[in-house]
Nanobody, 129 residues
């Protein structure tokens, strides 16, 4: 199983970035894929998640409207379009996947790192003020 993120970088506040996660080694349509981030001196937190089986999408509070998650089944890839970026969005963004899509929805904790079995290496996002 592989998840490879790209698209991070340095942008000024108010700018946009599009993160990509290319996956391989598992049945993409059966998995949930999420973006989580690790901000400085804070715990890793969920940003957004998409269930590739039924299209269900979750966003963390404050993300919906600024961030949009999409999935391209033909390319086994998930994207995170981020707009109106703020310095507080600075951190390492990770792509992660789980086959236990119903479990995390039943528990209501898709934003928890423990719900994902496979992880990418992360991509750095830095927002300048």
């Amino acid at each position: 199983v592989q998840l490879v993120e790209s698209g991070g970088g340095l942008v000024q506040a108010g700018g946009s970035l599009r993160l990509s996660c290319v996956t391989s080694g598992f049945t993409f349509d059966d998995y949930g894929v999420a973006w989580l981030r690790q901000r400085p001196v804070k715990e890793r937190e969920g940003v957004s998640d998409i269930n590739n089986n039924d299209g269900t999408i979750f966003y963390a509070n404050g993300m919906k409207g600024r961030f949009t998650i999409t999935s391209d089944h033909a390319k086994s890839s998930v994207y995170l379009q981020m707009t109106d970026l703020k310095p507080d969005d600075t951190g390492v963004y990770y792509c992660a996947s789980t086959e236990h899509t119903q479990r995390r929805e039943r528990r209501g904790d898709w934003y928890e790192s423990r719900e994902y079995e496979h992880w990418g290496q992360g991509t750095q996002v830095t927002i300048g003020s």
